[in-house]
């Protein structure tokens, strides 16, 4: 079955970086989009993050601070996090999907997968 398993999440300080991780197995993940979202409590979950096999596309709140990419021979998708924000404390998931735009998978009904997701703290 397919499986997408997060992994890196921490407690940190402002200021901070965080590299999160996403190993997928179960389908042929070269041939699959990957995209990040987050959600905080009492919030909705929102996307952070998108890559196909190279372009991407980030949220606003996050651009240039994370950075997304993939390495297909490990089946692993990275978000890596830099000047992390109280405001970007959040469960971290991970989600596959294809056929897609980079637009549309801004988007959470368009993923086909989804992890179990990874907690990120960041103290003030």
């Known amino acids: 079955q397919v499986q997408l398993v997060e992994s890196g999440g921490d407690l940190v300080q402002t200021g901070d970086s965080l590299t999160l991780s996403c190993t997928v197995s179960?389908?042929?993940?070269?041939?699959?989009?990957v995209g990040w979202f987050r959600q905080a409590p009492g919030k909705e979950r929102e996307f952070v993050a998108a890559?196909?096999?190279?372009?991407?596309e980030y949220a606003d709140s996050v651009k240039g601070r994370f950075i997304i990419t993939r390495d297909n021979a490990k089946n692993t998708s990275y978000l890596q996090m830099n000047n992390l924000k109280p405001d970007d404390a959040a469960v971290y998931y991970c989600a596959v999907t294809r056929f897609f735009s980079l637009g549309r998978m801004r988007e959470t009904e368009n993923y086909n997968y989804w992890g179990q997701g990874t907690q990120v703290t960041v103290s003030s």
């Open positions: 179960g389908l042929a993940f070269s041939d699959y989009d």
């Open positions: 890559i196909k096999r190279r372009p991407t």
